[in-house]
Every structure is written in structure tokens, then in C-alpha cells.
């Protein structure tokens, strides 16, 4: 089978990035035209050091994150089909011949894309703590690009990854989003990758709710209805916002002197905490470690949550529904499209 694709893989210099490399050097079927290593580190030094007996380039983006790394990855690749990789994924080992078999399959059905299975290994003999059930909803995304394949056409379409995305989160689901509605299809493929569980640390379920920054751009790009679309659910923000009202109104009353009604608001602030908390405990292992940072965690996840969605719908305040479009000047200032004479592939 004879398959016109290249791989892009943003880093930004994990251990991970050589077991990867590894594993597709060793993997059977088709060969990629080229294996493009996009280098997002803020500072080049040590130098990244990568090897392959694949094709490779090796690329820098400056540390502006996975939307501009993959976008410069997938900008420098003349291939018909772009298959983005994240460094810390294990695929398959006929990798490549299960990713020719997805795009055959992707074109046969009209598709412009093709999703990958995803699997998240699970810890035998308990149930998974809050910080793995959060890396385990990844399996279940509608829209991933651990593993994703795109037409090179739809990705001049729609312009790429938005780098106003700056963390690797919500800028897949964006990208695909955007392909979807003009009337492309993203097919299942069956090709497998293992993404490995995040290190667990006490904060860690807190730090992640800067996500809340990236939901408030989404909501902004693509209206209220964005979480139906990518297969989500309604997500936590309301509860935590009345769990932070009812703690700022305690505070509030006490100081004006109301205290009976700054009782019963910080009571009603305590029942909301402990509700948020007894779900999370009750769904983990239950150890006395785990239980000790859930309960720790939730008091401060809504104020968190809710100060970085504040702070995401001030920065979209006056942003544009859809990403800048870049425009390429010749020397005699023409425009210059991204058409079949710049090496693109006739569709």
C-alpha cells in the first residue's frame, strides 16, 4: 500500500520523545516521508538530540506551545496526510501500517481526518485516583491529537491549530471542531496508541483548572453548545461558581455585620464543598493519602476554577470567532496562496 503521509511530533524534550522514536523505527507497513520533530522549548540548549532511522527534520517553535509547534510541523511537511503524535505516546507496533489502513478507510468514507483509539492503562486491584481518572477521560475524547490524522487540504482550510490555545488542551478539539461544521467527517480509525497516566502530585488537580482559561475561548469561538459538540458534558463551572458566591458572601456579611446570614451562606458554602469532595473520594482508591488531598483540594478548586475563567473571559473579551489567517508576501509584495505551485498536493 503506498500511502502519502508524513509525521509530526511536537517535544518538548521528554525522555518519552526517544521510546517513541524507538518504536516507529521498529514499526512495520508504509514509510512517512518525513518524521518532523517540532523542538518547543523556550531555550535550545542542550540541543535536542533525536535519532531515527526514519526521515527526519528537526524544527524549532520557542516555547509557544502545542497548537503553533504542531502548525509549524505540519506547515514544513509537503505530504498529502499529516498524522500528529504527542511525544509521550506508545503506538502500536505496526503503527504504520495501521495508520495507512486508517487514511485508506478515511478517504474511502470522504473523511478529511481520522481519530485513534486511545488507551490509558489502568492500576490493577483499585480504583484509579483523581489525577488518573483525568489523564483516563482521554480515552473516552471525541477529539484527540495524541494520535490524529488530517488531510493537509483541511488543514489549509481551516487555517491550522489556533495558537491563541497555549497549552495542550482544548486545541484539538477546536481544530476539529471548526473542520467538522464546514461539513467534513473525522472517521474512527482503529489504530491503538497508549498514553501513559500523569505523575501524581497534591496540587496537581488544581493547577489544571488554568483549563477553565481555554473553555472561556471556546465558548467565545464557538457559542454555548461546544461542549454537546465535542461530546462533553456540562462540566462543574456553575457548581463551583455558587460554591465561591456563597464563601464570598459569608465574608461579605460578616464584615457588615450580618453574622447569622454569613452562618448559614458559609454553611451552605461547607455542604457544597463537602458534596464536591465526597464524589471525588468516593470514586478514588479511598486511602487515607488520597482522601486527605481530596479534601484539601476541593475547598480550593472552585475559587481557582472560578478565578481563571474570569480571568479567560477577560483575555477573549474582544477576540475574533476564528484564528488569524496567515498571508505570505512574495518580494514584490504579491500575495501568495497556499496552492498546488508551492508543492501542495492537487486535491
Same mark, same amino acid.
Given at each position: 500500500?503506498?500511502?502519502?503521509?508524513?509525521?509530526?511530533?511536537?517535544?518538548?524534550?521528554? !525522555?518519552?520523545?526517544?521510546?517513541?522514536?524507538?518504536?516507529?523505527?521498529?514499526?512495520?507497513?508504509?514509510?512517512? %516521508? !518525513?518524521?518532523?520533530? @517540532?523542538?518547543?522549548?523556550?531555550?535550545?540548549?542542550?540541543?535536542?538530540?533525536?535519532?531515527?532511522?526514519?526521515?527526519? %527534520?528537526?524544527? +524549532?517553535?520557542?516555547?509557544?506551545?502545542?497548537?503553533?509547534?504542531?502548525?509549524?510541523?505540519?506547515?514544513?511537511? %509537503? *505530504?498529502?496526510?499529516?498524522?500528529?503524535?504527542?511525544?509521550?505516546?506508545?503506538?502500536?507496533?505496526?503503527?504504520?501500517?495501521?495508520?495507512?489502513?486508517?487514511?485508506?478507510?478515511?478517504?474511502? *468514507?470522504?473523511?478529511?481526518?481520522?481519530? *485513534?483509539?486511545?488507551?490509558?492503562?489502568?492500576?490493577?486491584?483499585? #480504583?484509579?485516583?483523581?489525577?488518573?481518572?483525568?489523564?483516563?477521560?482521554?480515552?473516552?475524547?471525541?477529539?484527540?491529537?495524541?494520535?490524529?490524522?488530517?488531510?493537509?487540504?483541511?488543514?489549509?482550510?481551516?487555517?491550522?491549530?489556533?495558537?491563541?490555545?497555549?497549552?495542550? =488542551?482544548?486545541?484539538?478539539? !477546536?481544530?476539529?471542531?471548526?473542520?467538522?461544521? %464546514?461539513?467534513?467527517?473525522?472517521?474512527?480509525?482503529?489504530?491503538?496508541?497508549?498514553?501513559?497516566?500523569?505523575?501524581?502530585?497534591?496540587?496537581?488537580? @488544581?493547577?489544571?483548572?488554568?483549563?477553565?482559561?481555554?473553555?472561556?475561548?471556546?465558548?467565545?469561538?464557538?457559542?454555548? +453548545?461546544?461542549?454537546?459538540?465535542?461530546?462533553?458534558?456540562?462540566?462543574?463551572?456553575?457548581?463551583?461558581?455558587?460554591?465561591?458566591?456563597?464563601?464570598?458572601?459569608?465574608?461579605?456579611?460578616?464584615?457588615?455585620?450580618?453574622?447569622?446570614?454569613?452562618?448559614?451562606?458559609?454553611?451552605?458554602?461547607?455542604?457544597?464543598?463537602?458534596?464536591?469532595?465526597?464524589?471525588?473520594?468516593?470514586?478514588?482508591? *479511598?486511602?487515607?493519602?488520597?482522601?486527605?488531598?481530596?479534601?484539601?483540594?476541593?475547598?480550593?478548586?472552585?475559587?481557582?476554577? $472560578?478565578?481563571?475563567?474570569?480571568?479567560?473571559?477577560?483575555?477573549? #473579551?474582544?477576540?475574533?470567532?476564528?484564528?488569524?489567517?496567515? $498571508?505570505?508576501? !512574495?518580494?514584490?509584495?504579491?500575495?501568495?496562496?497556499? $496552492?498546488? =505551485?508551492?508543492?501542495?498536493?492537487?486535491?
Amino acid at each position: 500500500m503506498t500511502v502519502d503521509f508524513a509525521v509530526v511530533i511536537p517535544t518538548v524534550g521528554r !525522555d518519552s520523545l526517544h521510546r517513541l522514536l524507538a518504536e516507529l523505527d521498529g514499526s512495520s507497513g508504509p514509510r512517512p %516521508k !518525513d518524521v518532523i520533530v @517540532v523542538d518547543d522549548r523556550r531555550e535550545q540548549k542542550p540541543p535536542l538530540a533525536v535519532s531515527t532511522e526514519l526521515p527526519l %527534520k528537526v524544527l +524549532t517553535s520557542g516555547g509557544r506551545g502545542p497548537a503553533a509547534a504542531r502548525n509549524a510541523g505540519w506547515r514544513s511537511a %509537503k *505530504a498529502r496526510w499529516i498524522c500528529f503524535l504527542d511525544d509521550d505516546v506508545v503506538p502500536q507496533p505496526n503503527w504504520f501500517e495501521a495508520v495507512a489502513n486508517d487514511i485508506a478507510e478515511a478517504e474511502n *468514507a470522504g473523511a478529511v481526518g481520522s481519530q *485513534a483509539v486511545i488507551e490509558v492503562p489502568l492500576v490493577a486491584g483499585r #480504583r484509579a485516583t483523581d489525577d488518573e481518572r483525568r489523564t483516563h477521560r482521554l480515552g473516552s475524547a471525541r477529539w484527540i491529537t495524541a494520535d490524529m490524522v488530517f488531510e493537509r487540504c483541511a488543514l489549509v482550510a481551516a487555517g491550522g491549530f489556533d495558537e491563541r490555545f497555549p497549552r495542550a =488542551y482544548r486545541e484539538d478539539s !477546536d481544530l476539529a471542531l471548526r473542520i467538522t461544521r %464546514k461539513g467534513n467527517m473525522i472517521a474512527e480509525g482503529s489504530r491503538r496508541s497508549t498514553h501513559p497516566v500523569a505523575p501524581t502530585t497534591w496540587l496537581s488537580s @488544581v493547577r489544571a483548572q488554568i483549563g477553565n482559561r481555554d473553555n472561556a475561548l471556546m465558548r467565545r469561538k464557538h457559542g454555548p +453548545t461546544w461542549r454537546e459538540e465535542i461530546g462533553e458534558g456540562r462540566g462543574r463551572l456553575p457548581a463551583h461558581a455558587l460554591t465561591t458566591a456563597t464563601a464570598l458572601a459569608a465574608v461579605v456579611l460578616a464584615l457588615v455585620g450580618q453574622r447569622r446570614t454569613a452562618r448559614h451562606a458559609a454553611a451552605a458554602g461547607c455542604v457544597l464543598t463537602a458534596e464536591f469532595a465526597f464524589r471525588r473520594i468516593m470514586s478514588g482508591p *479511598a486511602t487515607m493519602a488520597e482522601i486527605a488531598r481530596m479534601l484539601v483540594t476541593s475547598a480550593l478548586i472552585p475559587p481557582v476554577a $472560578v478565578l481563571h475563567r474570569i480571568r479567560g473571559e477577560w483575555d477573549v #473579551r474582544a477576540a475574533r470567532r476564528d484564528p488569524p489567517l496567515a $498571508v505570505l508576501l !512574495d518580494r514584490d509584495d504579491t500575495i501568495i496562496d497556499d $496552492v498546488p =505551485y508551492l508543492n501542495d498536493p492537487v486535491e
